[in-house]
């Protein structure tokens, strides 16, 4: 069955680090589009980053421009958020998300709780 398994969440001093991973299983990796979402409590779900089947395009909310960085590995079937520069704002839980390039089918993983704060 699918399964989109995040991990690499924590406590982590403001100015910090993290990277982020998301295993993929039961489906065809590269035909989907990889994305991290996040939720902070009390607010909406919102997209912090996406990238391409071949990584040939990634795309960032304006928030964390020049500090996240998404990637992925078509082999480990796995992708990846690093968070640099880490700020309280960022705190959430960061859910990993694939969406069908071609069959739309959507899939979400249990989501990682990340905190930042000193």
């Known amino acids: 069955q699918v399964q989109l398994v995040e991990s690499g969440g924590g406590l982590v001093q403001p100015g910090g680090s993290l990277r982020l991973s998301c295993e993929a299983s039961?489906?065809?990796?590269?035909?989907?589009?990889m994305r991290w979402y996040r939720q902070a409590p009390g607010k909406e779900r919102e997209l912090v980053a996406g990238?391409?089947?071949?990584?040939?395009?990634?795309d960032y909310a304006d928030s964390v421009k020049g500090r996240f960085t998404i990637s992925r590995d078509n082999v480990k079937n796995t992708v990846y958020l690093q968070m640099n520069s880490l700020k309280p704002e960022d705190t959430a839980v960061y859910f990993c998300?694939?969406?069908?390039?071609?069959?739309?089918?959507?899939?979400w993983g249990q989501g990682t709780q990340v905190t930042v704060s000193s």
């Open positions: 998300n694939a969406f069908g390039s071609i069959s739309r089918a959507d899939y």
């Open positions: 039961g489906f065809t990796f590269t035909l989907y589009l």
């Open positions: 990238i391409g089947a071949f990584s040939s395009r990634a």
